[in-house]
């Protein structure tokens, strides 16, 4: 029995190796890392906020003043969109296939989110999800992000979305529970930063007067 155990680990041990290396070792590391802080090193420079990675070095996010310690190396910047990470198709794709991402158009260039971005629940008329966190998706897409491309291409999470499907929805080890033990899998975002603080008195405001919400960053869906 105890060789039986020992066998079942080894086995384990070397799945979870192969899953480790079908994605460079810098990718987890960097959907990890939290961007647009500020650069400890250099506090004191005009450009201290940290938006840069080094994908040879995997130590963290950079801030320009950082980068003459990465000469020749791979850099990579991380941009904003609506408060999540965003980074330019033209960079990643050198470096990492990002095929069934969806890709959007922000300031004219086509961009992917790093980490997924949560929604409630998909609009009416959905016909295609992001396959980890059921996000609205085009049909040509299967995943909204890089982070949720990883955990869904996982056998881990092939396994267990089977086992949900094979259960049925009623069943105590079905969907639902599946559901659940899915986001714990999908943990690569960084925390969230505190929301804004709003006034009282402006958020409290009388019934019956419309009020047009902002307007967006300019956020356009790649077909």
Known sequence: MVGGFNGEG??????????????????????????????????DSHKSECNMYCLDCVNGALCSACLSSHKEHRIIQIRRSSYHDVIRVSEIQKFLDITGVQTYIINSAKIVFLNERPQPRPG??????????????????????????????????????????????????????????????????????????????????????????????GLIIEY
């Open 10 to 43: 080894v086995v384990r041990e070397k799945e979870e190796e192969e899953e480790n290396n079908k994605w460079p070792s810098w990718l987890q590391p960097l959907l990890k890392t939290r961007f647009f802080v500020q650069c400890k090193v250099h506090a």
């Open 124 to 217: 009416k008329g959905v016909t295609n999800t992001c396959q980890v966190c059921e996000r609205s998706l085009l049909d040509s897409f299967n995943f909204c992000s890089l982070g949720c491309k990883i955990v869904g291409t996982s056998k881990k999470f092939r396994n267990k979305k089977m086992l949900g499907e094979a259960d049925g929805e009623e069943s105590v080890n079905g969907i639902r529970n599946n559901a659940s033990a899915r986001k714990k899998i999908h943990s690569f975002t960084p925390s969230t930063p505190p929301p804004t603080v709003v006034n009282y008195r402006t958020a409290k405001r009388r019934k019956g007067i419309p009020h047009r919400a902002p307007m967006g960053g």
